[in-house]
């Protein structure tokens, strides 16, 4: 009797045992199979990406990223802000937290931008003629003229405005590159009539035109 009860008792201990204890049970899906596999890659210190000329508003940014698994996934953030495409997006995890900022730097971060807003905006003279002088702040143009533009409109390829300014002359042809600039290049040349002023662009705008006391003002964006 003690002996069938034993044989009894071993048959249920097998039936309950796993196939392989070496993989893991049907229960077990979310434990990642591992190996000896080096996979360790180097912390991300900083990356970049270039925006094209045409980029002008951020809307969304995803990352896509590999779990212990080997599985993928991605995570979204939505945006909507305004970009300058001449400078890089980055990506990083390092960042200096403005939280441990003391009181007193605070403060004199404060006054450097109330100093920086009441600064008057400096111009660079891009170039110079007989009748008209232009110069450069960021994406401004200014024109000091006393000659009134009879039309203005944008050219692509290259991307270019083009000003026709009245007045009979007989100026000789003008050029002027500035390479650093976002107004790249000015060409003007004579016509019946009216003088032509080319000014050639680093990338794709829109303008608005303005008239000043002093002549007129062009604000790309």
Do not use: C
Not at 127 to 138: L, M, P, R, S, V
Not at 181 to 193: E, M, V, Y
């Amino acid at each position: 009797m003690t002996k069938v009860l034993f044989v009894t008792l071993f048959l249920i201990l097998i039936l309950d045992a796993r196939e392989n204890p070496f993989f893991p049970s049907q229960k077990d899906k979310d434990i990642p199979y591992t190996s000896n596999e080096d996979r360790s890659l180097p912390l991300l210190n900083r990356a970049a990406i270039t925006l094209p000329p045409q980029a002008r508003i951020l809307q969304k940014v995803t990352i896509q990223y590999k779990n212990l698994d080997g599985s993928q996934e991605s995570k979204s953030i939505k945006l909507e802000n305004s970009v300058d495409w001449h400078l890089p997006i980055f990506i990083s995890q390092s960042y200096n937290s403005s939280t441990n900022k003391t009181e007193t730097e605070t403060k004199i971060e404060t006054k450097m931008k109330v100093k920086v807003k009441t600064e008057k905006i400096k111009f660079i003279k891009l170039a110079h003629i007989k009748y008209a002088t232009f110069y450069a702040f960021d994406k401004t143009l200014k024109i000091i003229t006393k000659d009134k533009i009879i039309r203005n409109f944008l050219l692509v390829q290259p991307h270019r405005i083009v000003l026709d300014f009245k007045r009979d002359t007989d100026m000789k042809s003008f050029i002027k590159k500035n390479e650093k600039n976002i107004f790249t290049k000015i060409k003007i040349g004579n016509h019946s009539g009216y003088y032509r002023a080319v000014i050639e662009l680093d990338g794709y705008y829109r303008y608005k035109t303005k008239k000043i006391p002093e002549g007129y003002l062009f604000k790309l964006r």
